[in-house]
């Protein structure tokens, strides 16, 4: 596997940034009044990071490192704007994502931002094609040029004979190339994906991951992953252990692997 | 946002929800989506066959056919209609009047029509029938849906003190006395009655009510209107529409009715048949959306995954709502179409059973016109679902796909 060089590493602005990022859960849902009244109590906390700084700059990629709930997916969801800090400030483009609406940012992810995720998480009654053109119906592109653009991504991923058939019809590898395909239609400056060979195999992990290499040439890319190889192609590899990023074990780990 | 690419985002979202909609009910959750389609076929099913029997109720009871353009009425403060009277004001001296409207320029063919419920007799049986008098006067081929052209003209008993018991039976009368042409019949203990034919247009037979046409003098003469020489109505056949003018002046109080007109007093005066339907439709729509809102929910619940994975590709909540509210619609719409064929199929079951079991005619009215009907009214159950599975979908999309 290629390893890009990390020269991009020191290229300011960033992207994307997290200052001091913590992110709380409770286990449970919140007692309601009448709950209160029984005498519920608040259900205990579970902290998934805790004061994680990060900053992503523009044309790299970054690899998220660590063992099973060391908050890998917190991190890329908070970064994505799917979920707001319990503490700290995750910024895009200079942006606060915490002074946005969900509609707002809802419209950022859409705009800038593509997510792969490790379950593909397609939509199963449309084909590939419908799959890859549908954030573009949101920008209200016309349905000749959605054709064409999912069309020409799918081609670029090597699934020029799978436009029409549906999920359930494709196997794992094909459904996580529609799903990257899927990310790339509105030509995001970040792109983020959750264990993207997770559910692969490693010949198919390799297709895939070669398909990434190609997208970020003028991208941004933010990925997860336990495995050595997926990492391989980051330019440099954070380490979280326990919500907290490993300084040492970060540190250890030259650019492009993994400790 | 320019107006073209408003356009062609709401095409694209009304191309999505139907899309999702076919490959749901086909493929990928097609139990869920076919209970829901069900749900909504098995209402529409319903309303159409109690719809049908409601209309069926009301047709066949009125002096309605192709040659006649008017009916003149007695003005009544009652509760009667002015279809088949039996407790309103009569008029009197109407063949007299008959031939002054006759004489009118304009006017075709007139009678005047006297309507008594009798006991009649065959060989085979005896029956309570629709005895209808009229003046066949040759511009009229039916009256009742009962073929008059075998009946003597101007009423030779009123001219000339010629009794020609003649009689002129609906196919339903015929098979109700077993009856054929020149069978004897004994209407109102009068045993003086020839069959000259079993005939009528089948088209109109639906609740057909048992009727004999005879000539006007001599059902007088069995009922005892003679005195008066009266007659319930008159019926008028005209292409003039001017006519209307003079047939108004002809008795003080008395009401002309267009076909039209007739023909939404006739729906309107029956009373049971409108209760019918309305229920029908009321019912219909309660339980369609009960239905729709139980599964569509539990539906929307169960695809939570897809909708966070919308919203986490940018897919705004409006553009959520609007495929979740297409898909509605269009899954409602599915089980119209379902429910109108099945409601056309229930009308003809519910007729052949009657006729096998109670009836010697259809009970239920059918029209192809019940299927757009039925799609119309399932498209309304949609629509009074969506606010709360709009609600549903809002509450239960967002977040990080699980």
């Known amino acids: 596997m290629a390893v890009r060089s990390g020269s991009q590493r020191d290229s300011p602005p960033p992207i994307a940034r997290a200052d001091g990022v913590t992110k709380r859960y409770r286990r449970g849902s919140e007692p309601g009044r009448v709950g209160r009244l029984f005498g519920r109590s608040t259900p205990p906390e579970v902290t998934a990071l805790e004061d994680v700084s990060l900053a992503i700059g523009s044309n790299e990629i970054v690899g998220l490192a660590g063992p099973s709930g060391s908050g890998k997916s917190t991190l890329l969801h908070l970064l994505a704007g799917l979920e707001l800090p319990s503490e700290g400030t995750v910024t895009f483009q200079g942006t606060d994502l915490g002074t946005l609406s969900t509609r707002k940012r809802t419209r950022l992810r859409l705009e800038h931002v593509g997510i792969v995720f490790q379950h593909f998480h397609l939509l199963d009654s449309l084909s590939a094609r419908g799959n890859v053109a549908l954030p573009l119906v949101e920008l209200g592109v016309s349905k000749s040029e959605r054709r064409h653009r999912a069309t020409e991504l799918l081609e670029r991923v090597g699934l020029e004979d799978r436009v029409t058939h549906r999920p359930g019809e494709l196997s794992g590898g094909e459904q996580q190339r529609v799903a990257i395909a899927r990310a790339l239609v509105t030509d995001p400056t970040l792109v983020i994906a959750d264990e993207p060979t997770g559910e692969l195999d490693t010949e198919t992990g390799l297709t895939v991951l070669e398909q990434f290499e190609r997208v970020a040439d003028d991208r941004a890319v933010v990925l997860a992953s336990h495995d050595q190889p997926t990492l391989d192609i980051a330019d440099r590899v954070v380490r979280l252990r326990d919500g907290r990023i490993d300084e040492e074990a970060t540190a250890r780990a030259p650019s492009g692997t993994e400790t | ?402």
């Open chain 2, 1 to 402: 946002m320019s107006l073209r690419t408003l356009l062609a985002r709401w095409y694209g979202v009304a191309a999505v929800g139907m899309r999702r909609t076919l490959a749901r009910t086909t493929h990928t959750a097609r139990q869920r989506v076919r209970f829901s389609v069900l749900g909504v076929a098995v209402a529409i099913t319903l309303l159409l066959v109690v719809t049908g029997i409601g209309m069926g109720l009301t047709g066949g009871t009125t002096v309605q056919d192709d040659g006649i353009d008017y009916w003149i009425v007695p003005e009544s403060g009652g509760s009667s209609s002015p279809l088949v009277s039996t407790d309103a004001p009569q008029f009197g001296s109407v063949h007299e009047t008959a031939e002054t409207i006759r004489a009118t320029e304009g006017v075709d063919s007139v009678s005047p029509v006297l309507s008594q419920v009798l006991r009649v007799s065959s060989a085979e049986s005896t029956e309570y029938v629709l005895v209808v008098g009229i003046v066949n006067d040759g511009g009229v081929d039916q009256i009742s849906g009962v073929n008059v052209t075998g009946l003597s003209h101007h009423d030779p008993y009123y001219n000339d003190g010629e009794w020609t018991g003649e009689v002129a039976l609906s196919r339903s009368a015929g098979a109700t006395l077993d009856a054929t042409e020149g069978d004897q019949l004994t209407i109102g203990g009068n045993t003086s009655f020839a069959v000259t034919s079993v005939d009528g247009d089948t088209s109109s037979a639906v609740g057909d009510v048992p009727t004999a046409v005879v000539q006007l003098s001599e059902l007088q003469t069995l009922t005892g209107a003679t005195a008066h020489d009266s007659a319930d109505q008159f019926v008028v056949g005209t292409n003039d529409p001017a006519v209307r003018a003079d047939l108004e002046d002809v008795y003080p109080s008395s009401t002309v009715n267009s076909r039209s007109e007739m023909t939404a007093s006739q729906t309107m005066d029956s009373d049971l048949s409108v209760a019918l339907a309305l229920t029908a439709f009321v019912v219909a729509i309660s339980i369609g959306t009960l239905f729709v809102v139980t599964t569509m929910g539990l539906e929307l619940v169960a695809d939570r995954t897809q909708l966070a994975t919308m919203s986490a590709i940018g897919l705004s909540s409006r553009t959520q709502l609007g495929i979740i509210a297409v898909q509605i619609l269009a899954t409602t719409a599915i089980g119209g179409i379902v429910g109108a064929i099945g409601g056309l199929a229930g009308i003809r079951l519910t007729n052949e059973l009657a006729m096998r079991t109670l009836t010697s005619e259809p009970i239920a009215f059918s029209h192809p016109i019940f299927g757009l009907y039925g799609v119309v009214v399932a498209v309304l159950i949609g629509i009074c679902s969506l606010p709360v599975l709009l609600l549903v979908t809002r509450r239960v999309t967002g977040g990080v796909p699980q």
